[in-house]
């Protein structure tokens, strides 16, 4: 399974991102995808979650900021982040979940995010 992510980049305190991550090479359906994130010097943390069935799970942090919405029968999610803060500042990776119990995990390889003041 491989998760590739896009739309990192650099954006200035308040302002907006949007990410996007595809997924390809499984051969069961995911039960969900998502997004998490690694600050320098921090252990990574979930940022949004959805499943198959359209519930989503969102960090403290990020609610009412940033929007998950997702495409599990393509393979798709995405995050939008609006009203950016410093402290959004991290490699953000997505994640997909499938097999009994969600037992099975992916991740791509990270894209970087920087919020400037």
């Known amino acids: 399974v491989q998760l590739v992510e896009s739309g990192g980049g650099s954006a200035e305190f308040g302002g907006s991102l949007r990410l996007t991550c595809a997924g390809s090479?499984?051969?069961?359906?995911?039960?969900?995808m998502g997004w998490y994130r690694q600050r320098s010097g921090a252990e990574r943390e979930v940022v949004a979650l959805?499943?198959?069935?359209?519930?989503?799970e969102y960090a403290d942090s990020v609610l009412g900021r940033f929007t998950i919405s997702a495409d599990l029968n393509k393979n798709m999610v995405y995050l939008q982040m609006n009203n950016l803060k410093s402290e959004d500042t991290a490699v953000y990776y997505c994640?997909?979940?499938?097999?009994?119990?969600?037992?099975?995990?992916?991740w791509g390889q990270g894209i970087q995010v920087t919020v400037s003041s």
């Open positions: 994640n997909a979940r499938w097999g009994a119990y969600s037992f099975f995990a992916a």
């Open positions: 090479g499984n051969s069961e359906s995911f039960k969900s």
């Open positions: 959805m499943g198959r069935d359209g519930a989503t």
